[in-house]
């Protein structure tokens, strides 16, 4: 079946430091999703990607999907304690499949 | 507009009790579905639903019905309650389908002793 791999599981950074985590997928994503779940909570959705080496922007976060479609990635720039949660990327084909999700703390 | 409801909040169980988790939403989407989330596991899909009267099965079925007789409602049934089902479960819905972005309830803690 369809899987979803994401690294790292866990990291820990200094406040303002840069955080990425990767995304990839055993077979070509019709598109990829990213959500944020915060401690205790659920997970929200943050941005689609659906061109081939399509980058989006918000803020501090930067999404690009690979040009096969079969990887993703999502980076912060300068870290704030806001952004501690899990990330997860989710790809689809006629179902989602999440990643494993990666567990962003950030030290103040 | 209260977006996609779960009940209950916590649940405890005995081995071998049945309960259903609800869940509904009233955004009109057309896609349902459940997850369920393990530590280092992420979301795994249970079951999902692509509109009324249409279901199917996720990664990790076992254990659990679902059925779809409205548009709104898409309750889990746990058959047979076992440890391994001890999890936090998470009811989500899309508009359409899988390339449309999923709304997530609050989520049902559950702990089966």
């Known amino acids: 079946g369809q899987q979803v791999m994401q690294i790292p599981q866990y990291q820990h950074v200094q406040e303002g430091e840069d955080f990425t985590t990767y995304c990839n997928s055993s077979?070509?994503?019709?598109?990829i999703q990213w959500y944020k779940q915060r401690p205790g909570g659920h997970p929200v959705f943050l941005i689609q990607?659906?061109?081939?080496?399509e980058v989006k922007k918000q803020k501090r976060l930067t999404f690009q999907f690979g040009e096969a479609k079969k990887n993703s990635s999502l980076h912060i720039t300068a870290t704030q304690t806001t952004d501690v949660g899990t990330y997860f990327c989710?790809?689809?084909?006629?179902?989602?499949?999440f990643g494993t999700g990666t567990s962003l703390t950030v030290i103040p | 507009n209260a977006g996609v409801t779960q009940t209950p909040e916590f649940q405890v169980l005995k081995t071998g009790q049945s309960m259903t988790l609800q869940c509904a939403q009233d955004?009109?989407?057309?896609?349902m579905s459940w997850y369920r989330q393990d530590p280092g596991m992420g979301l795994r899909l249970i079951h999902y639903?692509?509109?009324?009267?249409?279901?199917d099965q996720g990664e990790v079925p076992n254990g659990y019905n679902v059925s779809r007789s409205t548009t709104e409602d898409f309750p889990l049934r746990l058959l047979s309650a076992a440890p391994s089902q001890t999890s936090v479960y998470f009811c989500?819905?899309?508009?359409?389908?899988?390339?449309?972005?999923?709304?997530f309830g609050s989520g049902t803690q559950l702990s089966v002793l």
């Open positions: 077979t070509t994503l019709s598109t």
């Open positions: 989710a790809g689809s084909g006629n179902q989602f499949y």
């Open positions: 990607l659906v061109k081939s080496g």
């Open positions: 955004m009109n989407h057309e896609y």
């Open positions: 989500a819905s899309s508009r359409t389908g899988s390339r449309e972005k999923l709304f």
């Open positions: 639903s692509v509109g009324a009267g249409i279901t």
